[in-house]
């Protein structure tokens, strides 16, 4: 009876692992290892470099005062931390010896040249909708930026999460090899913006709830989420009480996305990035076919305000007072703000929202919107992490999120506290 447990033990093992196999291989094309032998045309390098842009590659494949796409930024994730790779053409580190074939399957399919399962830290998940002659563009300028010989750095991941066949279990739950579908319904307008957000664009990666291993039942879905490990909340794109669209104006949205600022927001922390490496860079065409899409995503009402806790007295009288002291000369006594400068703080949704990770991250380490062509001093906030304690941070945001039209619940010290003990603030 024994062996036989045993060897049904066995069975099942064999049986499961060539269902994550078969699960992880679907959608697969045949790949070629034919190296390119002739270089890509001017045009095709050129448009190559705008998708590059508008998919926001520099960002993560550049480490700070590194060459361009050298890769090594290290990408701190839940389970360790993913360091990205060398995407110049350099023949010994980075992709000099890659295929377009290999190029393809890495964004379409999640896998290396030599077939290993890639971290979803680098987005294939939405860059599986990219198309094949997008892919190929990118593929084309990558060849012609200087090559740099810079070794990959191995990943620092936490067992299990370090080995193939846990990456292969996590893909056969959560990651499906796709294609860009255009709504027939829709204008090419709208489907237009839907591939540059959904995919190219990979909106989703950030504007996203994430389970406990790191994954949606619906990546492309953009109800919001706390960025793992950076303390920075993504608010909902389909709410309208965080960062829906849909009863703005275009032109109101364009001009978000091309200079960072908007007559009712601005942008600060990972989407600054955003905004000053790829969507400044964007054809009018695009930012209004993403402007169409983003305005018309359906908005949902479940991240409205939850009921007020009040708070004391004394910590209200406390935060008044620092409040005169530290923020009234940008923001006003009434939160007006000051246009084109400060932003107003009565009735703002930002401070309304119910996950305060964004408030506390501003006060304690200070934001600036990205300096753009159509806003290049964008004004901004000093960080406040060596003159106010945590109660003192606690109670200033707690008086504003109560104040000037504001009904949102108040900041806990505690909460301050580990908010700066996780950035180092």
Known sequence: MMKRAILAALFGVLVLAALVIFLNLRGEDEMHDALPTTPAAAETVSRGAYLARAGNCVTCHTDRGGAPFAGGRAIETPFG?????????????????????????????????DGRLLYPAFPYPNYTLVTRADSDAIFDYLRSVPPVQRANRAHRLRWPYSTQAALAVWRALYFTVGANHEERTQSAQFNRGAY?????????ACHITR???????????????????????????????????????????EHLLQTGVAPRSAVLGPMAEVVLHSTQYLLPADLRAMAVYLKALPQTHEHDAAPVVTMSARMAERGAKIYDQHCAQCHGDKGEGVPGAYPPLAANRAVNLAVTANLVQVVLNGGFPPSTAGNPRPFGMPPFATVLSD????????????????????????????QRDTTGS
């Open 81 to 113: 931390t993913v360091y990205a790779s060398n995407l110049t053409p350099d023949k010994a580190t980075g992709i000099g010896n890659w295929s377009a074939d290999n190029f393809w399957r890495a964004l379409h399919n999640g896998r290396g040249k």
């Open 196 to 204: 540059l957000v959904r995919g190219l664009g990979h909106c989703s």
């Open 211 to 253: 389970n406990f291993l790191g994954a949606s039942s619906d990546m492309m879905d953009l109800s919001g989420g706390l960025i793992p490990m950076q303390n920075w909340y993504a608010p909902s794109l389909t709410s309208p009480a965080e960062a829906g669209v849909a009863d703005w104006d275009l032109a109101q949205i």
């Open 391 to 418: 109660a003192d941070v606690a109670a200033v945001i707690s008086h504003i999120r109560a104040s000037w039209g504001n009904h949102a619940a108040p900041v806990s010290e505690f909460s301050v506290s580990q």
